[in-house]
């Protein structure tokens, strides 16, 4: 059972659980979570009327467990790119960047897992703070969740480590090849380009789960927890400007490391198409007066050969993913800034005031 892993991880799983007996006490406290999930989402009456379920708790532990999920295999999926990479010629004693990543990643993930935690423990604060009535009802949910948080924070930090791999390769000087006219059409390193949009794209769900219900939160057409969800919209906007932090800390900063790595790498081989130029040159001027068509075929092959070179570094892409996958990632990430745009300019507060009063005047009208 693959969730039964996860709970291994519970900063005080060890300590409950002897080692001998894990497996089934994982399966038990799974169980019991979902339990107690279904049961604290479960209205006391009218039961068939679904948005009086407390839906905001249960997807947001259904994409808690999803982004938990994705990240399984963070580090298999880690080193194979650095695997093939170093097949490739990319980057050079891969054993030893392995190493030194891992060794990065296990200070990260202490702090951030601690960072995530002290976030989700900080937004039931101020919600206890701000809806004192609910407060009994919101203390187990809060250690509850702030538990699962630092397992997610642990997670999440394995990302932010592995997003330091080009700050890795500057400091302890690994020289970066490229190769104009790759097959894959990024310079050899699309297998980096594809690990980092993976890896942000796992991010991306939390951000989309926390900007959709900012704004869904107004609409709820059950009264008693739209008045009892309303506490969150602030704490959640909160949030989500800390999860796309984390994105431009996971995708952001490397893809603009090795692009500018890159680009450096580019200039440098453009000094070798200027001189193979000049050579293009000299050989069109030797085929006009070639005597023979064997040394005709001669000075044609290597013409094409030499002109190939030369395009091959002149057209060199200088990002390790398609650029259009850029432009895509960051028109998402510019839709999940909405709820963040709207707070600063006032716009949000408008909308919650115009949704909550059209969503009263409806049920009057009913």
Request: charge should be positive; include cysteine; charged fraction near 20%.
């Amino acid at each position: 059972m693959k969730l039964a892993g996860l709970i291994r991880n519970w900063p005080w799983a060890e300590s409950l659980i002897p080692s001998d007996h894990g497996k089934r006490a994982t399966e038990v406290l799974v169980a019991l979570s979902a339990v107690l999930l279904i049961f604290g989402a479960m209205p006391a009456k009218n039961r068939s009327n679904p948005f009086a379920w407390d839906l905001l708790l249960l997807s947001g532990f259904a994409t808690f467990l999803a982004g938990l999920l994705a990240t399984g295999s963070s580090k298999e999926n880690f080193e194979s790119m650095l695997d093939r990479l170093g097949r490739r010629g990319v980057i050079s004693e891969i054993d030893r960047v392995k190493n030194a990543m891992d060794q990065i990643a296990a200070r990260l993930t202490r702090v951030i897992a601690s960072g995530v935690a002290l976030s989700i423990l900080c937004a039931f604060v101020a919600v206890i703070l701000s809806d004192p009535a609910h407060a009994s009802r919101r203390v187990g949910l809060c250690l509850f969740e702030t538990a699962w948080a630092y397992v997610a924070g642990k997670r999440i930090g394995r990302l932010v480590a592995y997003g330091r791999l080009g700050s890795y390769l500057k400091a302890s000087k690994t020289r970066l090849r490229v190769f104009p006219g790759h097959i894959d059409a990024a310079a050899g390193l699309k297998p980096l380009g594809a690990f980092c949009l993976h890896q942000t794209l796992i991010l991306a769900i939390p951000a989309a789960f926390l900007a959709i219900w900012s704004l869904l939160i107004p609409a709820w057409p059950e009264r008693s927890l739209r008045l009892r969800y309303a506490a969150w919209i602030h704490p959640y906007l909160g949030l989500l400007a800390i999860t796309l932090l984390l994105e431009t800390l996971v995708f952001v900063l490397p893809m603009w490391w090795f692009h500018r790595a890159m680009c450096s790498e580019k200039e440098r081989l453009l000094e070798e198409a200027d001189e193979l130029s000049q050579k293009i040159a000299l050989i069109s001027s030797q085929l006009a007066t070639a005597r023979t068509s064997e040394e005709r075929n001669l000075l044609k092959e290597e013409l094409a050969f030499k002109t190939r070179q030369f395009w091959d570094i002149e057209r060199m892409p200088t990002w390790p993913v398609d650029i259009s996958l850029v432009r895509k990632f960051t028109v998402a990430n510019v839709s999940l800034l909405v709820p963040l745009l709207g707070e600063v300019l006032g716009i949000h507060e408008k909308w919650i005031k115009l949704v909550e009063q059209s969503v009263e005047n409806l049920h009057r009208s009913g």
